[in-house]
T-cell receptor, first 114, second 113 residues
């Protein structure tokens, strides 16, 4: 079946560092790919989304590019701030059991040292 | 904008007890979901519903029941609480289809004594 892999369980950076969070996926279709962010004590919220119509998503300084060749959808930000501390989930929309469902990665916790 | 309201925010129960979590949304979304999130872990789908009175099992449905009697509400019952069940339960809604955007509540934290 389809899957999403986030190999980094945790990333620790200092303010103004460059952020790179790895996400790879496996699917036989052309998926919609998403990044969600979960701040402490809250539910996840959509950060950005990419479809087959546009291969790059940008939001709040974060960007992710859909690379069919490497089946990757890495999340990047040029300069992180303490307020970016959160858990980041990569996900794809899959057709399963006659319905569209989200397949979630395991999440990457971002810690920003003040 | 809309909101997802989960009640209660904190739920404490005894092992073996039947416990119910409730979720309301005012987005007028067709599809609603219940996920379980264990501490420091990812999201696992318990149940979802694509319309009123519809129920679909997720990967983690064993030990849970769900009910969608109205479009705006979706409840989840833990049929017999176990100590390893302590987790945050997240409700979400979406327009469904290939959109992929879910709107989540803040979660209900379950503690089993």
């Amino acid at each position: 079946g389809d899957s999403v892999t986030q190999k980094q369980g945790q990333v620790t950076l200092s303010e103004d560092d460059f952020l790179f969070i790895n996400c790879t996926y496996s699917t036989t279709t052309y998926p919609t790919l998403l990044w969600y962010v979960q701040y402490l004590g809250q539910g996840p919220q959509l950060l950005l989304k990419v479809t087959t119509a546009n291969n790059k998503g940008i939001s709040r300084g974060f960007e992710a590019t859909y690379d069919k060749g490497t089946t990757s959808f890495h999340l990047q930000k040029a300069s992180v701030q303490e307020s970016d501390s959160a858990v980041y989930f990569c996900a794809l929309v899959d057709w399963m059991d006659s319905n569209y469902q989200l397949i979630w990665g395991s999440g990457t916790k971002l810690i920003i040292k003040p | 904008g809309g909101i997802i309201t989960q009640t209660p925010k904190f739920l404490i129960g005894q092992e073996g007890q039947k416990l119910t979590l409730k979720c309301q949304q005012n987005f007028n979304h067709d599809t609603m979901y219940w996920y379980r999130q264990d501490s420091g872990k990812g999201l696992r789908l318990i149940y979802y519903s694509i319309t009123e009175n519809d129920l679909q099992k997720g990967d983690l449905s064993e030990g849970y029941d769900a009910s969608r009697e109205k479009k705006s509400s979706f409840s989840l019952t833990v049929t017999s609480a176990q100590k390893n069940e302590m987790a945050v339960f997240l409700c979400a809604s979406s327009i469904g289809g290939k959109d992929g955007q879910l709107y989540f509540g803040e979660g209900s934290k379950l503690t089993v004594l």
